[in-house]
């Protein structure tokens, strides 16, 4: 009986000071400034080699491509170009719900940006969003090429290289906009 009682007590010491830790991780985790974790997403995108631009088409199925976006702004906010006429826009027109998905191969972290698709057909916009290569793929820009802005919604981020981790319910470490 005695010995019975004894496993029973490390037993639950053991399993108390395994919720213990966790509970521990998970408050570090809470911790992260939001300023901090922004500076880490950063970090990725920039390093990032996979980029993916993720729609929703007409029957609700997400519909994923690899694209080179522009490097995010102060807030932020994403820009992307693409011609008028892809598939990518009659999904944006339909529904604006987009994610864009940055892979950091090497430092094993990604970040996933949810937000609101807008296109924009503004001339000093497009103008500021080219990349002179293109024309080969737009060669009348002012009918051929289009902008997608991206306003972030939410920001997830995972990163073994900056031991930002899932907590205990699996939820990943994300900034809200």
């Given at each position: 009986?005695?010995?019975?009682?004894?496993?029973?007590?490390?037993?639950?010491v053991?399993i108390?000071?395994?919720?213990?830790?966790?509970?521990?991780?998970?408050?570090?985790?809470?911790e992260?400034?939001?300023?901090?974790?922004?500076?880490?997403?950063?970090?990725?995108?920039?390093?990032?080699?996979?980029?993916?631009?993720?729609?929703?088409?007409?029957?609700?199925?997400?519909?994923?491509?690899?694209?080179?976006?522009?490097?995010?702004?102060?807030?932020?906010?994403?820009?992307?170009?693409?011609?008028?006429?892809?598939?990518?826009?009659k999904?944006?027109?339909?529904?604006?719900?987009?994610?864009?998905?940055?892979?950091?191969?090497?430092?094993?972290?990604?970040v996933?940006?949810?937000?609101?698709?807008?296109?924009?057909?503004?001339?000093?916009?497009?103008?500021?969003?080219?990349?002179?290569?293109?024309?080969?793929?737009?060669?009348?820009?002012?009918?051929?090429?289009?902008?997608?802005?991206?306003?972030?919604?939410?920001?997830?981020?995972?990163?073994?290289?900056?031991?930002?981790?899932?907590?205990?319910?699996?939820?990943?470490?994300?900034?809200?906009?």
């Open positions: 009986m005695r010995i019975l009682f004894f496993v029973f007590v490390i037993v639950f053991l108390s000071s395994l919720l213990t830790a966790q509970e521990l991780e998970d408050k570090m985790q809470q992260i400034s939001r300023d901090s974790l922004l500076s880490v997403a950063r970090t990725i995108i920039d390093s990032a080699k996979c980029r993916i631009f993720i729609t929703v088409d007409e029957n609700g199925k997400p519909q994923a491509r690899t694209m080179s976006p522009f490097p995010t702004e102060e807030n932020m906010v994403i820009w992307l170009g693409t011609n008028p006429g892809s598939r990518k826009v999904q944006i027109k339909n529904n604006p719900n987009v994610i864009v998905y940055y892979y950091d191969t090497k430092g094993l972290s990604y996933s940006v949810s937000g609101q698709a807008r296109l924009v057909n503004d001339p000093d916009k497009k103008a500021h969003y080219w990349v002179e290569s293109w024309t080969r793929y737009y060669p009348d820009p002012d009918k051929d090429y289009i902008l997608i802005e991206v306003i972030p919604k939410r920001l997830e981020i995972c990163s073994f290289k900056h031991k930002l981790f899932w907590d205990s319910t699996g939820k990943p470490a994300f900034v809200e906009f």
